[in-house]
């Protein structure tokens, strides 16, 4: 007896132990269910200027602070093409603009590889969730762009249409579409961005039978850089930090690498000639305070709702913006101002608080990672990798860059080190980012890096696709900017046409 006491003691305080833990195990499941909820919210044209990115010493984000303290902030993120539309249907497919030929303005489902694609949010839609949406999430706001109908349940506002607030006063840059204005403080938000917030919250505050999917989508900081005027009251123009630009930074690069934003460049010497980059840098920290206001007005009804526990927030960009950098006011390029982007991923019971990484990961690879987290089933053809270990530990061994293109057969490769750029032409860029995160330097022609640029190359599609052909890309429009509104209003002649033939 004598033995076995010490024994029969160690059994008991063993049993004592894995019963909480399986009581522990037990909780934590029913607290974060085995199929969370998803808060998806989308920014559009955001750089590195909020606060946990330090892009800009003057800006005034606390709602993107108070995010990046729930979660991951991914220091390293990027898209897969620096224009709205290829980015988001990259994201929202699994697949890279080099397979499916969207490199720029084609609707989704008008390309033929893509009419039955199975999008994000329509394979939670298969799966058993309640798919919301508001705003922007897929590109552009009607016909043929817009929400995608077999992706959602229901959509609440998305048009920017409807009564809107007064400008107090209005700025721009002539023959441009940069424009820019403070508008009146109202107590209920006309904005689109403000509409999509109120119903995203109030979504968020009602109870659901299901597992939901919520995607919010915001127009701003996209021009023109609207904003009510409390929001430019934050700033001091005067005393407003200036990007620093290197006048001759585009000296070291030909062909198509020095000419690849031809308008961003036009715009920027605009913007020079009539010293107006204090008020564009103000306008812009003004538009993203305003969104950061928004983006706390959904966190709120979250942590006042019922579904705190147990729902997953993942916010990005789908692009970058350049404010003068590499002498250029727009996106649209294989820089990194354009191509990297804020990305957040808060999932209870998974990430730690207020953690960084430093990984490379890129937009399309939020589909398998989101997948993961809510045990949806595995789809074989998305081209993005799940980020999951990341999650779980930050520094995990991760040996995956990111690809971005710009047009066929223009791509860019980032690594933690090095971005290598390579153009149909046969221009090339290189940049090391453990000396020159600006990328002022291009290593290309030097022949000391010749074994960096050939590993580098390896991860560019051999045979990318040709792009797609839809009506809409089929209409010829000015080159000019405002093209676009151009392009709407034949395709829309074309649309009644075909109507009236059947």
Known sequence: ?????????????????????????????K???????????????????????????DSITPNFNRLAKMGVT???????????????????????????GVYGFQPMREVSS????????????NNGYHVMGSGKIFHGFGEPHGPD??????????????????KIWEDRIPGTQLRWAAKENLAEDPYLDGKAARWTADKLKKSHDKPFFLAFGMVKPHLPLYAPEKFFNLYEKENMTLPVINKKDLEDLDGMAASQQSKGIKRAIKVEELSKTKDLVHAYLA???????????????????????????????DHGYHMGEKNT?????LWEE?????????????????????????????YPTLIDLCNLPKIEVLEGRSFLPLLKKADHPWNYPALSCNGLNNFSVRTENWRYSKYRDGSEELYDHSKDQKEWRNLAKNPEYDSVKKELAQHIPKKPVKEAETLWTSIKVSTQEGGTEERKRKYQELIEAQKKQN
């Open 1 to 29: 007896m004598l033995i076995l006491k010490p024994i029969f003691v160690c059994y008991k305080r063993f049993s004592l132990l894995i019963g909480t833990l399986i009581l522990a195990l037990s909780l934590n499941a």
């Open 31 to 57: 607290v974060h269910g085995k199929n969370p909820n998803v808060l998806f919210i989308a920014v559009d044209d955001l750089n590195d200027c909020i606060e946990p990115l330090g892009g800009h010493p």
């Open 74 to 100: 991914f220091e390293n993120a990027f898209c897969n093409a620096p224009i709205c539309n290829p980015s988001r249907v990259s994201l929202l497919t699994g697949r890279r603009p080099s397979s499916t």
């Open 114 to 125: 893509l009419k039955n694609v199975v999008t994000l949010p329509q394979h939670f839609k």
């Open 149 to 166: 109908k077999r992706s959602f349940d229901e959509y609440g506002p998305f048009n920017p249409s409807g009564k809107q607030a007064k």
């Open 287 to 317: 538009t993203v305070s305003y969104i950061d206001s928004l983006i706390g007005e959904v966190l709120d009804a979250l942590e006042e709702s019922p579904h705190k526990e147990n729902t997953i927030i993942v916010l990005w960009s």
């Open 329 to 333: 006011w727009s996106k649209s390029t």
């Open 338 to 366: 354009s191509l990297r982007i804020p990305l957040f991923l808060h999932a209870p019971g998974v990430t730690p608080m207020n953690v960084r990484c430093k990984r490379t990961v890129s937009l399309i690879d939020l």
